[in-house]
C-alpha cells in the first residue's frame, strides 16, 4: 500500500503571501489530520477532517484553514503568512475513528515551509 | 492547562544495553497512549498504542507500560542498535478523540 504523500515538499514564500498543501492520505484511511511541527513547541495539532468535514480544530488562528474531498485527499490553507508560520507541515491518515477506538496515525514525510 | 514531559536532554547508551524513555503528564486523563519514532527530516511512524486498562504492551525488541495512577509512561527498547537513533514522541488520546496531542520528544542515541 502506499503511504500518505504530501505535496510539495519543500516551499519558500514571503510574508503576507498565501499557501495551499496538498495531502493524499493511505487508500480507506477516511481521517486526515494536520501537525505544525517547530523546534520550540514541537508537534502541535492544526485540525482533523473526517467524510469531508472538520470533526476537530487546534488553537491556531483563523488564518489556518483546511478541506477534505470525496476521496479523502486534503488540502490545508495559511493566509497572510507571518515569519512564525516556518515549520514543517504533516499530514497524517488514520482509520475511520469507532467506537471510541482510537487508532495509529500515518504521516506523510512533511512540507517545510520557509517564510522570509 | 495539559502537559506532556519528556526529557529533552538526549539519551546516550551503549550498543547492546536498554534504553528507557520517560513519558510523564498532568491535567490530562488519557485512554489511549502512542509511541512514535522521528527520523531527521522525516514524519514520525507509529510504534505501540497502550489502552488505559493494559499496563504492559511488547512488540519484538519494544516494550511500553502505562500507569495511570503515576501519570507516566515507560518506553523500553533491549538490544539498542545504532540504527535505533532517531527521536521518540509519545502521544495522548482522550477517550472518544482522535486527536492526539504530542510530547516534544527525547532523542536517543546509541553508539557502538
Known amino acids: 500500500k502506499a503511504g500518505v504523500t504530501q505535496t510539495p515538499r519543500y516551499l519558500i514564500k514571503t510574508r503576507g503571501q498565501q499557501v495551499t498543501l496538498s495531502c493524499s492520505p493511505i487508500?480507506?484511511?477516511?481521517?486526515v489530520s494536520w501537525y505544525q511541527q517547530t523546534p520550540g513547541q514541537g508537534l502541535q495539532f492544526l485540525f482533523e477532517?473526517?467524510?469531508?468535514?472538520?470533526?476537530n480544530k487546534g488553537n491556531f488562528p483563523g488564518r489556518f484553514s483546511g478541506r477534505q474531498f470525496s476521496n479523502s485527499r486534503s488540502e490545508m490553507n495559511v493566509s497572510t503568512l507571518e515569519l512564525g508560520d516556518s515549520a514543517l507541515y504533516l499530514c497524517?491518515?488514520?482509520?475511520?475513528?469507532?467506537?471510541?477506538?482510537?487508532?495509529?496515525?500515518?504521516f506523510g514525510p512533511g512540507t517545510r515551509l520557509t517564510v522570509t | 492547562s495539559q502537559k506532556i514531559e519528556q526529557n529533552s536532554e538526549a539519551l546516550n547508551i551503549q550498543e547492546g544495553k536498554t534504553a528507557t524513555l520517560t513519558c510523564n503528564y498532568t491535567?490530562?486523563?488519557?485512554?489511549?497512549l502512542q509511541w512514535y519514532r522521528q527520523d531527521p527530516g522525516r514524519g514520525p511512524v507509529f510504534l505501540l498504542l497502550?489502552?488505559?486498562?493494559?499496563k504492559e504492551k511488547r512488540k519484538e525488541r519494544l516494550k511500553v507500560t502505562f500507569d495511570t495512577t503515576l501519570k507516566q509512561s515507560l518506553f523500553h527498547i533491549t538490544a539498542s542498535q545504532p540504527a535505533d537513533s532517531a527521536t521518540y514522541l509519545c502521544?495522548?488520546?482522550?477517550?472518544?478523540?482522535?486527536?492526539?496531542?504530542f510530547g516534544k520528544g527525547t532523542m536517543l542515541l546509541v553508539s557502538p
Open positions: 477532517y473526517f467524510s469531508e468535514t472538520q470533526r
Open positions: 497524517a491518515s488514520s482509520l475511520a475513528f469507532v467506537s471510541g477506538e482510537s487508532y495509529e496515525q500515518y
Open positions: 487508500s480507506g484511511h477516511r481521517s
Open positions: 491535567n490530562y486523563s488519557p485512554a489511549y
Open positions: 497502550i489502552r488505559e486498562n493494559e
Open positions: 502521544a495522548l488520546s482522550r477517550r472518544g478523540y482522535s486527536t492526539l496531542t
